[in-house]
């Protein structure tokens, strides 16, 4: 089987896969008239109907017209290692010290092995707070939309509501 044919099979089964999540969640109509399901649902066949098409043109002589590969021949593996770390953070903490703190803590870690990946990799203090200012800047606005605009519990480093 040539690699695009798994790309494409791959993609149906995951979009069966989310498919198979969606039937979990409950339909019941909320605002406007659409339930809880209806976004994973779109989601389910927008990737089926992506999944149709890899597959026809794997089937069809394979990706035609690809260009050849930019960058380097493997994965940066330093870089992989700073944003798992920070994923992995996230998830562990945001119960702990709230959204805003952990998603905070994540773009860091992420930024860090983003420009590590480039090359660039500054373990100064000053990009440090950088990328902690410019992620807390990003992170307490979603926040406070969740939480105070469409009032979805996110969890909170104190009981306020705004932290």
């Not at 890899?54 to 590969?69: I, K, Q």
């Not at 590590?116 to 990009?127: E, K, T, V």
């Amino acid at each position: 089987m040539k690699p695009q044919t798994a790309i494409g099979l791959g993609t149906l089964a995951l979009s069966g896969l989310l498919a198979a999540g969606a039937t979990q969640i409950s339909s019941d109509a909320g605002y406007a008239g659409v339930g809880p399901n209806f976004l994973p649902w779109v989601v389910a066949v927008v990737l089926a109907l992506c999944g149709v098409f890899l597959l026809r043109e794997a089937l069809t002589s394979g990706f035609r017209d690809m260009d050849e590969p930019s960058g380097a021949a493997t994965g940066h593996w330093p870089g992989f290692v700073w944003v798992s770390v920070g994923v992995l953070l996230n998830a562990a903490l945001i119960t702990t010290v709230g959204f805003i703190l952990s998603c905070t803590l994540c773009f860091m870690l992420a930024a860090q092995g983003f420009t590590s990946a480039q090359g660039r990799l500054d373990l100064r203090p000053a990009a440090w707070l950088k990328n902690a200012l410019i992620g807390f800047l990003i992170a307490a606005p979603v926040y406070w939309m969740f939480t105070k605009l469409l009032a979805i519990n996110l969890p909170g480093l104190t009981s306020t509501g705004w932290l």
